[in-house]
Antibody
Framework: QVQLVQSGTEVKKPGASVKVSCRASGYTFTSGYIHWVRQAPGQGLEWMGLINTGDTGTRYAQKLQGRVTVTRDTSTSTVYMELTSLTSEDTAVYYC???????WGQGTLVTVSS | DIVMTQSPLSLPVTLGQPASISCRSSQSLVYSDGNTYFNWLQQRPGQSPRRLIYKVSKRDSGVPDRFSGSGSGTDFTLKISRVEAEDVGVYYCMQGTQWPYTFGQGTKLEIK
């Protein structure tokens, strides 16, 4: 069965960067897209971006352009999402999901606090 | 970006009674391939979101048949025929027709 397993909780200071991983299994890793979605505390869902795991093409939400980078490693079937210049507004649970958001990871809490 | 507008935002329901959530998009969600990439997601308390319905009306594997989706173009509806306790949570509509994917504000379903 398809599984997405994400890395653990992160606590960062303002201005720092965070890199969250998402390891995929149960399907052909290079055959589609992986999306990143985040959810601030008590808030709704916000789409951040995606990577085509076959050709590494990426698309990002305009508001995050320049701060977010999504990459993939086919040797470990892992996708990475890096977010730089963190502020308190980036405190959220970060999720990876397969294309059309069919399967989701368990989420990674990122807290940005001085 | 396509704006997704849900109603109601709060939905108290008696166990065993039906429930309905509406979602409207700011433009048609029909893609050039003829498909409409519109989904409903469920997020139970403390859990990751889960996709319930895709392409307007197709239920994902394991989703009870009391959940049904309908609609076309810009107007969509999720219906629960008889609400059960495990249905408590927040329901989101979302579109995957155009990047960026966008979500509705969420509808919080609670038991009366």
């Amino acid at each position: 069965q398809v599984q997405l397993v994400q890395s653990g909780t992160e606590v960062k200071k303002p201005g720092a960067s965070v890199k969250v991983s998402c390891r995929a299994s149960g399907y052909t890793f290079t055959s589609g897209y992986i999306h990143w979605v985040r959810q601030a505390p008590g808030q709704g869902l916000e789409w951040m971006g995606l990577i085509n795991t076959g050709d590494t093409g990426t698309r990002y939400a305009q508001k995050l352009q320049g701060r977010v980078t999504v990459t993939r490693d086919t040797s470990t079937s892992t996708v990475y999402m890096e977010l730089t210049s963190l502020t308190s507004e980036d405190t959220a649970v970060y999720y990876c999901a397969t294309d059309h958001l069919e399967h989701w990871g368990q989420g990674t809490l990122v807290t940005v606090s001085s | 970006d396509i704006v997704m507008t849900q109603s109601p935002l709060s939905l108290p329901v008696t166990l065993g009674q039906p429930a309905s959530i509406s979602c409207r998009s700011s433009q048609s969600l029909v893609y050039s391939d003829g498909n409409t990439y519109f989904n409903w997601l469920q997020q139970r308390p403390g859990q990751s979101p889960r996709r319930l319905i895709y392409k307007v009306s197709k239920r994902d594997s394991g989703v009870p048949d009391r959940f049904s989706g309908s609609g076309s173009g810009t107007d969509f509806t999720l219906k629960i025929s008889r609400v059960e306790a495990e249905d408590v949570g927040v329901y989101y509509c979302m579109q995957g027709t155009q990047w960026p994917y966008t979500f509705g504000q969420g509808t919080k379903l609670e038991i009366k």
